[in-house]
């Protein structure tokens, strides 16, 4: 049964779920929580979090299932849902006041960022700035500079215009750079 | 304290930042499970409540049929309450004209 199931397509299980056949939303669960989760990992503070909001993606994805036409492939349709949470819960954070208070960012480029930097050292550096930004500026920088998006495809993710990612990016580079820099005086 | 931050450096800090791994592998074990237990209590949830609201037609009933008792009623207490105002509007008339020496 399982080895039947991984070689149905998306569009097969899609099927089967809407019948009623749980155990093929399970499969695209399997198939897809790795992307979900990779996009999650870059907003969530920690794993209990980042559990959580990826739960949250594919119950949304279960409930709104009918809804799919099938013009885009699933996985992109699944991301979309996947970046409109995690805005969401940045906002929320937010309207919550949940920022990271000015006094607890401690950081010091000195003459880093080196070549061989090493990754989880420059996240040390980025994560503090970047829960700084305003939610759309943290979502255009990392869907733009840290998932290597092309402006088209952070456009067709967010549902904002390229022009209004294009302006966004410009600003939320100038602020991450300003924050980056010790500079937080307005 | 102040680092001067130019494009370069900007972007190599975030080169370093993708090759990080961003989260633990161990979560992704029975993953799609809890996500199956949470939508099987979600529509365990939805169905208790349809099931609590077909039980409750009877009282929803007694309850429209109560308030339609009700209302029908106070009909006849409502025009009872029209003559009382007709009365106390004529005292008010029957004071005016006193005080007006009619």
Redesign the interface.
């Known amino acids: 049964m399982t080895v039947l199931m991984e070689e149905q397509k998306d569009e097969d299980l899609i099927k089967a779920t809407l019948s009623g056949d749980?155990e093929s939303?399970?499969e695209l669960?399997?198939r897809h929580?790795?992307k979900v989760?990779?996009i999650v990992?870059?907003f969530?503070r920690n794993?209990a979090e980042?559990?959580d909001i990826?739960?949250e993606v594919?119950?949304k994805v279960?409930q709104t299932l009918k809804k799919f036409r099938g013009e885009a492939p699933f996985e992109h349709w699944v991301s979309k849902i996947t970046i409109n949470a995690c805005y969401d819960e940045l906002r929320k954070r937010r309207r919550e006041g949940y920022d990271v208070p000015l006094d607890d960012v401690s950081f010091?480029?000195?003459d880093?960022?080196?070549?061989n930097?090493?990754?989880?050292?420059?996240?040390e550096?980025?994560r503090p700035a970047l829960a700084r930004l305003r939610p759309q500026d943290r979502m255009v920088i990392t869907l733009l500079?840290?998932e290597?998006k092309s402006i088209k495809d952070v456009a067709a993710l967010t549902g904002w215009s390229e022009a209004n990612v294009k302006v966004r990016a410009f600003r939320a580079?100038k602020e991450?750079?300003r924050i980056?820099?010790?500079?937080n005086e307005e | 304290m102040r680092n001067d931050l130019n494009d370069e450096k900007l972007d190599r800090l975030f080169a370093a930042a993708r090759k990080a791994v961003h989260y633990r592998e161990g979560i992704e074990y029975g993953f799609e499970n809890r996500v199956m237990a949470r939508i099987r209590a979600e529509g365990e949830r939805q169905s208790s409540f349809l099931l609590w609201s077909w039980r409750f037609i009877p009282v929803f009933a007694s309850v429209v049929i109560v308030l339609g008792i009700w209302i029908y009623s106070t009909r006849y207490s409502s025009t009872a309450d029209l003559t009382t105002l007709t009365r106390v509007g004529n005292e008010d008339t029957t004071m005016v004209a006193f005080l007006a020496g009619e």
């Open positions: 749980d939303f399970a669960v399997r929580k790795r989760f990779s990992a870059r969530a794993d980042l559990d990826s739960q594919f119950i279960y010091s480029l000195g880093s960022p080196r070549e930097m090493a990754g989880s050292e420059a996240l550096i980025l500079n840290l290597e580079r991450l750079k980056l820099e010790g500079n």
